[in-house]
């Protein structure tokens, strides 16, 4: 296959192009890191404040990101240059493109060790060790595994090279095949763990801990964290979704399309919360463990289940490919931009960017380890790159594609692109995008910041 095919490729249908811009949505971000930043920063405040993020800023960014990336139909740094060309705007808009490659390839390099204990968590939960198992074997069986530099070394490695194999062959082969199945399976999977924790005995107390809003347990920074998971789990902000939109069709609908991706992903997200907490407060846990939430507390349910290692096998096998269809998605701008602009081939792209990868991707691996007491203002380097991309790079490259979108492509052309028959949806959606957006996350920022 040539790069210029690879380039200029569609997708055989809308729902191929559904089926992988959820696959990038739905992932570790939903299952793993909803729940865990939820119960981190207080609970319903934090998921209303969140889901505020995802209607509001969300989802007007995400038909703005597929709308440039149809347009542009490049790699997201080719694309904003084409675009600011085409406007008569300034080149240096490709730096927005630059951020983006920039942000995935930092965050695949965590998101591949996290994913790795997903990997590990498949092979491990059929083992005697998690039979009945109780909350507090359960957290000393997940503090051992988090305190080998080598199996964590080795899980993110086996992960970072299945992604790059599903890369090298190409978007239309490796991903359209993969989602299809998948995310059906992840539901129904989530909705049986859901009814299970009905049953648990901490129900009320999960339910109300979710959705009860208590703003007190609120910080500035509690709701920079939300708003950066909100552009995290629905891939928005650093040019995937527009990788995506450049295989568009010009016929497909952007505006119902990202509305539909929005809503399975906060689903998915939702699911994984209602499954999680009851399960906290039924085994006397706390909520705010951090990272290792889901590997501390689902355990628990799959060792009471009859025929729960089995259903923990599927469960972390399913998060392994919703994984996967996400950081292929992550590193797809930094491999089209090689491709691309360097004249590497595929291969030699992912190689490249694969090696890179799992190199930063070690220093998350000893952050929770050998290096947990490295730190530098408090974080250690896992969060460091976490914080700087979830909480400011992918915000901040969001912003500049819904500015872009919308004060610098002229109203001809996006209106053009987008084709929404009523005028009102087209009004609102540029409200959203010009005022709503920008303006939401500089207040958030300075709010974070202690400046309002
Ligand atoms: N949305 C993915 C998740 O929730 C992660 C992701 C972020 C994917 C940014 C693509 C771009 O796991």
Redesign the pocket.
């Known amino acids: 296959m040539t790069e210029q095919r690879f380039v200029h490729a569609q997708w055989s249908s809308r729902l191929a192009f559904i089926l992988a811009a959820s696959g990038?949505?739905?992932?570790?971000?939903?299952i793993?890191?909803f729940p865990y930043l939820a119960g981190d920063n207080g609970g319903g405040a934090f998921v209303l404040v969140y889901l505020l993020c995802v209607v509001a800023i969300g989802i007007p960014i995400m038909i703005a990101e597929t709308m440039l990336g149809r347009r542009g139909r490049q790699s997201p740094i080719n694309t904003m240059r084409t675009l600011a060309g085409e406007a008569k705007a300034s080149s240096l808009w490709r730096y927005a493109g630059w951020l983006g490659v920039i942000?995935?390839f930092m965050?695949l390099s965590y998101?591949s060790v996290i994913a790795g204990w997903a990997m590990a968590y498949f092979f491990k939960i059929n083992s005697a060790l998690f039979e009945h198992i109780d909350a507090a074997n359960s957290t000393r069986l997940f503090e051992y595994f988090k305190s080998s530099p080598e199996f964590l070394g080795i899980w993110h490695t086996l992960f970072m090279v299945a992604t790059m194999f599903v890369v090298s062959r190409g978007v239309s082969g490796g991903l359209e095949r993969l989602s299809r199945f998948m995310m059906p399976a992840l539901l129904l999977v989530l909705l049986i763990l859901d009814v299970y924790a009905m049953n648990s005995g901490g129900f009320g107390r999960g339910m109300a801990f979710l959705f009860n809003p208590d703003f007190s347990k609120l910080t500035g920074e509690g709701v920079l964290v939300a708003l950066g998971q909100a552009?995290?789990?629905?891939?928005?902000?650093?040019g995937?979704?527009m990788v995506y939109g450049s295989y568009l069709p010009p016929d497909v609908s952007i505006a119902r399309s990202s509305l539909l991706v929005t809503a399975a992903?906060t689903l998915v997200a939702l699911l994984a919360g209602i499954a999680i907490f009851p399960l906290v407060f039924a085994n006397g846990l706390s909520p705010s463990m951090g990272p290792g939430l889901i590997f501390e507390t689902l355990p628990i349910a799959f060792g009471q289940m009859p025929g729960g290692w089995l259903f923990g096998m599927l469960f972390f096998a399913l998060i392994f490919f919703?994984?996967i269809t996400?950081?292929v998605?992550?590193i797809e701008p930094a491999v089209a931009f090689l491709s691309e602009n360097q004249g590497m081939n595929r291969e030699k792209a992912c190689l490249y960017s694969g090696v890179g990868c799992w190199l930063l991707g070690l220093g998350t691996v000893f952050s929770f380890n050998i290096w947990s007491e490295v730190k530098w203002l408090g974080k250690t380097v896992y969060e460091w790159v976490d914080m700087l991309t979830a909480e400011i790079m992918?915000p901040v490259g969001g912003v500049l594609i819904a500015i872009f979108a919308s004060w610098v492509m002229t109203r001809a052309d996006s209106e053009a692109e987008l084709k929404l028959h009523d005028p009102r949806h087209y009004q609102a959606w540029l409200i959203l995008v010009r005022y709503v957006a920008p303006i939401g996350v500089a207040l958030i920022f300075l709010d974070a910041l202690g400046v309002i």
Request: hydrophobic share 60%; glycine share 16%; no cysteine.
């Open positions: 990038s949505a739905i992932g570790l971000g939903n793993w890191k942000a995935g965050i998101y552009f995290f789990s629905l891939g928005l902000g650093m995937s979704i992903d919703a994984a996400s950081a998605a992550l992918l």
